[in-house]
């Protein structure tokens, strides 16, 4: 459903948008370890019929939108981007009545975690949402989980899985989050309840890409069979074939469309280049695939 609605949708935010809700699981769900916190395919699936005829009137009046993603030109971390269209999106489910992001939680003076998106539904439940959008280079196959790097070398797959599987996707369980939880629904919502009058549902949505050092490289088995993915060079060597266009900024959300000419919009040059492989079809460039490129002397090459 999701590649239908990417062809019938004309406007690039609420393509992403669309990718955001409809694209597959990073980590595969069925593990054992997500404790069924992690939200699955079949559920992104439903949102995003759901969501269907609310996307085809953001495309049509898209003005709604540009004012909560923000300026593209400003140079924000693509997580946070992400963040934002998540929060409109789950704004708008039927039993969300009051919904937010960045909910910094602290014990005493020193913060312990942060709720990217909490929802207080009709139910009364609080419901929070772990979010994160990634994009690793499977750098050693071999090594499974831990030869998956980010774009900087600190960003291993490896600490981002243990700490959304035994931290982040618990937040919501400790005596500091449920603090912070009850003090929102009192002073955000009107509706004042102590820590211990709540009732809080921890979820987690996984988004993003694994790059591979070639097609029939070796999965790591903490991974979606269904994930995003491409391959990843050095720039050595040419990208094959004429047409590549390079990503910036949200332009990493989901297959690209669009103009030829590149966008302009920052690119850290200390990261990888994404590029995406274009062909032109009724005037539009569409993406067929997508590579990591990255410098030959770089030491995220010696990272693992």
């Known amino acids: 459903m999701l590649n239908d609605l990417l062809k019938e949708l004309t406007q690039s935010d609420v393509r992403r948008l669309a990718w955001a809700i409809g694209s597959p699981s990073l980590f595969d769900s069925n593990d054992p370890v997500w404790k069924s916190r992690l939200r699955t395919d079949a559920w992104s699936a439903s949102e995003l019929a759901r969501c269907s005829p609310w996307l085809h009137a953001l495309d049509r009046n898209p003005q709604s939108l540009s004012d909560a ?7 924000a971390p693509l997580g946070h981007t992400f963040e934002k269209f998540v929060l409109l999106w789950q704004s708008q489910r039927p039993d969300v009545r009051h919904a937010t992001r960045g909910l910094v939680v602290k014990s005493g003076n020193r913060t312990v975690g942060e709720f990217d998106v909490v929802m207080l539904r009709h139910d009364g439940i609080i419901e929070t949402l772990e979010v994160t959008v990634k ?5 050693n196959p071999t090594l499974g989980i831990d030869g998956c790097i980010g774009p900087r070398a600190f960003d291993r797959m490896s600490d981002k899985f243990k700490k959304m599987t035994e931290r982040q996707t618990s937040l919501g369980d400790t005596e500091a989050g449920r603090i912070t939880l009850a003090k929102w629904l009192t002073e955000q919502c009107g509706e004042p309840k102590g820590p211990e009058q709540i009732t809080v549902e921890n979820f987690a949505l996984a988004r993003g890409y694994l790059f591979h050092p070639s097609a029939d490289a070796l999965i790591p088995k903490e991974l979606s069979p269904n994930h995003g993915r491409g391959l990843w060079q050095t720039d050595a060597i040419a990208l094959p074939g004429p047409h590549w266009r390079n990503l910036a900024g949200r332009e990493w959300l ?3 469309r669009g103009e030829f000419a590149e966008s302009g919009w920052p690119n850290d040059p200390a990261m990888p280049r994404m590029y995406a492989c274009i062909h032109e079809r009724n005037g539009q460039w569409d993406e067929s ?4 490129v990255v410098r030959a002397d770089s030491g995220l090459l010696k990272s693992v």
């Open 289 to 292: 695939e997508r590579r990591f």
């Open 69 to 75: 993603i923000g300026d593209p030109l400003i140079n």
């Open 254 to 256: 989901g297959p690209y």
């Open 135 to 139: 994009y690793y280079l499977n750098l």
